[in-house]
């Protein structure tokens, strides 16, 4: 899981990607539809779904002679949990340390 979560913070470190995961995000595409929208490739948009399917982020599906790209939910809800407990734990300390600067103050 952690290996799965520091890819997909990784991949979509990445500016093409992002838009791919974007655009993935608001419905499925085919990797010709991907392409034409953006000012990459085919090969390239193969290869940066590729990275994307392996940090679990995006899945395929056949159709034809074309393959399918979409979200994977599995791989979000992943690092949604994980900003999720992120933001927490931060939120958490800052209450702390707000806190405890009150009392400083008294």
Same mark, same amino acid.
């Given at each position: 899981?952690?290996?799965?979560?520091?890819? *997909? %913070?990784? $991949?979509?470190?990445?500016?093409?990607? =992002?838009? @791919?995961?974007?655009?993935?995000?608001?419905?499925?595409? +085919?990797?010709?539809?991907?392409?034409?929208?953006?000012?990459?490739?085919?090969?390239?948009?193969?290869?940066?779904?590729?990275?994307?399917?392996?940090? *679990? %982020?995006? $899945?395929?599906?056949?159709?034809?002679? =074309?393959? @399918?790209?979409?979200?994977?939910?599995?791989?979000?809800? +992943?690092?949604?949990?994980?900003?999720?407990?992120?933001?927490?734990?931060?939120?958490?300390?800052?209450?702390?340390?707000?806190?405890?600067?009150?009392?400083?103050?008294?």
């Amino acid at each position: 899981m952690q290996t799965y979560l520091s890819d *997909g %913070l990784t $991949a979509l470190g990445d500016p093409t990607r =992002r838009a @791919i995961f974007e655009r993935l995000a608001e419905r499925p595409r +085919a990797v010709g539809e991907l392409a034409s929208e953006l000012p990459v490739s085919r090969p390239a948009v193969s290869q940066h779904l590729r990275v994307l399917k392996d940090a *679990g %982020l995006v $899945a395929d599906r056949a159709a034809g002679t =074309r393959r @399918i790209y979409q979200v994977d939910p599995d791989g979000v809800e +992943a690092l949604r949990a994980y900003l999720d407990g992120f933001w927490k734990r931060s939120l958490t300390a800052f209450k702390r340390a707000a806190e405890d600067g009150r009392k400083d103050s008294e």
